[in-house]
């Protein structure tokens, strides 16, 4: 049994483990009632910032691929990339995005640093807007406000991360060529390719040195959060959690955060739910109201991502075969 194969039952198995219990607790039938309740214009509404997050987000790998054919492809292969992210378990649907630039003459290695400057800028950009929310914020229960705390430093670790890898990285890898080109090991053909691509995914981090093109991207992460946080306040409003943007900014963050970790299963059902119910119980909304909205949230959401996905399908799979037809 391959790794894949294992991780798939793991998965499997974690999400029918942790809806089984979150179940327990209320009638899962009533999440479609809640979703039936949502207001037309919310749904309306908050699906155009959906597809408005989409867009900043291929404008972003647009700028930091130097992407030459249609804006159009790119922004289907963000939609497409998007529905498995939010499909497949573990982070594994990160790796279609590799797959379907790489077939698009993208170097592997130029893909792989372009995402990884993406989730870090997103980590950023998170930290930023929640920080600027609890700023906002009176008070909050001691467990929010230590998880406030973390998130203060995971923003600077990743500022850390980045500034390191922008100014050193490249002088990282010459090192470790000196110092392999020293010794036998320094002569395998796998220790030199390692070096090879090091250097190339560290060259790609260049593209943040300038202090206008940090900006930038780093604007991009922010309009891409920022639309999405409006989105999920508008969905959370519309299911009856009627509290302010800046503790429903609050309490989206730990389950978002959730949604970045390898410890999703199918579709992410379970492990979202918990954590948000876990995150609004904190925030004072009752325990059936905030699992029920959890998976009303998670199934809304993920319609969003569906109907992209299959727009990004089409696009890049079934109108090239109706051309060549």
């Known amino acids: ?108 290695t130029k893909a792989g640093s372009v995402l990884v400057i993406a989730r870090v800028l997103d980590m950023i950009s998170i930290s930023l807007i929640l920080v600027f929310a609890v700023s906002f914020t009176e008070s909050l229960p001691a467990v929010l406000t230590a998880f406030s705390q973390w998130i203060i430093i995971l923003l600077l670790v990743c500022l850390f991360f980045l500034f390191m890898a922008v100014y050193f990285g490249t002088n990282v890898i010459e090192v470790l060529q000196k110092v392999s080109g020293k010794f036998k090991f320094g002569e395998s053909k796998k220790v030199q390719w390692l070096l090879e691509k090091g250097m190339e995914i560290a060259e790609s981090f260049t593209v943040l040195k300038s202090r206008w093109k940090f900006l930038e991207h780093l604007s991009y992460s922010l309009f891409i959060w920022g639309v999405r946080f409006v989105l999920f306040w508008l969905i959370l409003f519309g299911l009856g959690i009627e509290i302010g943007i800046w503790l429903g900014i609050i309490g989206i963050t730990l389950p978002m955060i959730s949604t970045f970790l390898p410890i999703q299963g199918l579709g992410g059902f379970g492990t979202f ?39 990004g399908f089409v696009v890049l799979t079934l109108v090239p075969k109706l051309k060549k037809n």
């Open 1 to 108: 049994m391959n790794k894949k194969t294992v991780k798939t039952i793991l998965a499997i198995i974690l999400t029918a483990v942790l809806v089984w219990l979150l179940s327990s607790q209320v009638n899962l039938v009533e999440t479609f009632g809640l979703i039936k309740s949502l207001p037309l214009q919310i749904l309306l509404a908050s699906f155009g910032l959906y597809i408005l997050g989409h867009i900043g987000r291929a404008v972003r790998f647009y700028r930091l691929l130097g992407w030459k054919t249609g804006f159009h492809e790119l922004f289907s292969i963000v939609c497409l990339h998007n529905l498995f992210i939010n499909t497949l378990p573990a982070r594994t649907g990160e790796v279609s995005y590799l797959y379907m630039t790489q077939k698009r003459d993208v170097p592997l």
């Open 273 to 311: 739910e918990g954590v948000f119910a876990g995150s609004f119980i904190l925030l004072g909304v009752a325990t059936q109201t905030a699992i029920l909205s959890g998976f009303a949230f998670h199934i809304v959401f993920l319609t969003y991502a569906i109907v992209m996905g299959l727009y």
